[in-house]
Every structure is written in C-alpha cells, then in structure tokens.
T-cell receptor, first 114, second 117 residues
Framework: EAQVTQNPRYLITVTGKKLTVTCSQN?????MSWYRQDPGLGLRQIYY???????DKGDVPEGYKVSRKEKRNFPLILESPSPNQTSLYFC?????????????FGEGSRLTVL | AQKVTQAQTEISVVEKEDVTLDCVYE???????LFWYKQPPSGELVFLIR??????QNEISGRYSWNFQKSTSSFNFTITASQVVDSAVYFC??????????????FGAGTRLFVKA
C-alpha cells in the first residue's frame, strides 16, 4: 500500500530535549516536505527536499533541521525544542519536483513541548 | 506574493443544505496549480481535486463541484446536499514553480465545516 509513515504519532517532551520525527514514503517520490498545522494558520511549510541531498527552507524553518540521505526518508529534527513548537506536524511527498501533482500526507505527529 | 485566503473560518449547516467554501488566491505566475484537501476529524489530509491555471472548466464529482474563475482569482468548492460525513476542515492550496526548478505549495487557513443532522 502506498503510504507516508510518520513516527511518533504523539509525543510529549520537555524544553531542550532533542527529538526526531521520522518520515518514510514507499512511493519512490522525489519531493518531500514538512508542514506544521496550527489553529487559524493552516499548514505552513517548514522544510522541503526536491531530491536526495537537496533540501531548502520553507516559511517557518527556525528551530528545525532536516536531512535527506535516502530517497524514502526525510526526518525532522528539533535540536532544542521549545513550547512554541507545540504543533501538529505533517510529512508529505509527491511524485516529482514539479508542481503538477498532489501531495500525499502522513497521518500527522502531534508534538507537545512542556 | 503568493497567498491563499479562506475567509470563512467556520460554517455550520443542516444536513441536505448546499454549502460553498470560498478560496481566493494571489500569484504572480501564469502557470500554477490549485488544490483542495479535506481533513476529517480523524486528522488525516485527503486530496480532493487539482486544477491547473490553464483549465478553467468547472468540475463535478458526485456531490462536490468546483468553480475556478481566473478573473476573480477564486477557486470555490460547493457541496450539494451536505451530509454529516462532510464535516471536516477543508484547505485550499496553491502551488507555483520557481525559475530555479523548485516549487512551493502554500495553504489557506482552512474552513471548518459542521454539518448537523
């Protein structure tokens, strides 16, 4: 089954404790992206990757890191989480780097930073 | 600048009513794509439709229909004879291609639709 898998789905952590949210897709998609969803703000892009070893900042990259060492994986790293990073996070992928196709989303990861 | 506005934060209707969700976008590009996604209470994001900037034909899929008007930069979504299962947050999105080959998809703030039995 074609899917985007995120882990963990739910996480409560404390300020400053490094964490990684993993994202893996099995569709051989070139493009992957991370979004955060906050009430009243919709989805805002954090980082995206056009292909392996190619990443770039989205609209809200502060406090986040990403890497794309393999095509299928695109982990989101919070080196020193803060309460304002409490949010619902979505990983997404699409078939090609162009803007023609729709995004396939993971199920979301709800992060709470105390 | 690229922007998507969904002015309706929440809409509440009674089952079987028709409802239209508005989406207005801003872009400098002539080539772009518009999307609608649905987020039911379970939280996942479900793709509904894609429309490119050169195709202004309206589309109907069952009880769903979309009206794309470039003249008003709008891509509105209508649900006919709404059902309780239509209760969800609906997001409109715009995707543009950069000269560098990259692209960006931005989302509106979403419209929460409540359909009451």
């Amino acid at each position: 089954e074609a899917q985007v898998t995120q882990n963990p789905r739910y996480l409560i952590t404390v300020t400053g404790k490094k964490l990684t949210v993993t994202c893996s897709q099995n569709m051989n998609h070139e493009y992957m992206s991370w979004y955060r969803q906050d009430p009243g703000l919709g989805l805002r892009q954090i980082y995206y990757s056009m292909n392996v070893e190619v990443t770039d900042k989205g609209d809200v990259p502060e406090g986040y890191k990403v890497s794309r060492k393999e095509k299928r994986n695109f982990p989101l790293i919070l080196e020193s989480p803060s309460p304002n990073q409490t949010s619902l996070y979505f990983c997404a992928s699409k078939m090609e780097g162009g803007n023609t196709g729709e995004l396939f989303f993971g199920e979301g990861s709800r992060l709470t930073v105390l | 600048a690229q922007k998507v506005t969904q002015a309706q934060t929440e809409i509440s209707v009674v089952e079987k009513e028709d409802v239209t969700l508005d989406c207005v976008y801003e872009t400098r590009d002539t080539t772009y794509y518009l999307f609608w996604y649905k987020q039911p209470p379970s939280g996942e994001l479900v793709f509904l439709i894609r429309r490119n900037s050169f195709d202004e034909q309206n589309e109907i899929s069952g009880r769903y229909s979309w009206n794309f008007q470039k003249s008003t930069s709008s891509f509105n979504f209508t649900i006919t004879a709404s059902q309780v299962v239509d209760s969800a947050v609906y997001f409109c999105a715009l995707s543009e291609l950069f000269n560098t080959g990259g692209f960006k998809t931005i989302f509106g703030a979403g419209t929460r639709l409540f359909v009451k039995a």
